[in-house]
């Protein structure tokens, strides 16, 4: 038994994918909020990254400040609260579409959690090797507790030898 073959035109080549529309700057998902003293969450923390201040996501009194601060340089009404157009003077400050998206710091991830002796894990494995001098061993111990109260000491925050959030942000030179 014979087989027939047919020969078949190759396949069209395909098209070129579309180019994407530029990426929406990352405070646009913000811009139609109002923010305050009091205020809290994600949108306080874009705010305070954006001002170049420790990002805590709760707008206190030293947001409130830099809020006017940054106001006043816009000549925009200095009442430390963030409508549309904070966000957008902010918007057009602080993003330009070439610019290459920053990795996040390798100790963002560990900021939100609290070490303290007897802490133990990949947390303290980075805590110990960010300070440097030590065993990256993943055991919060003396020698660590010490190391932690040195490094606190040097960015004048409270020696008390227990990583909190601001002392993560310390590490990252926040």
Partial sequence: MGRTYTKTAPAPAPAPAPTPPPAAHPLEQYASLTLRRGSTGAAVTALQKALSITADGSFGPATETRVKEYQ????????????TNVWNALMARTYTKTAPVAAPHPLEQYAGLTLRRGSTGAA??????????LTADGSFGPATETKVKEFQRTKDLLADGIVTREVWNALMGR
């Avoid at 006043?72 to 409508?83: P, Q, R």
């Fill in 72 to 83: 006043k340089s816009k000549e925009l009404i200095a009442d430390g609260v963030v409508t």
């Fill in 124 to 133: 303290v494995t980075a805590l110990q090797r960010a300070l440097g001098g």
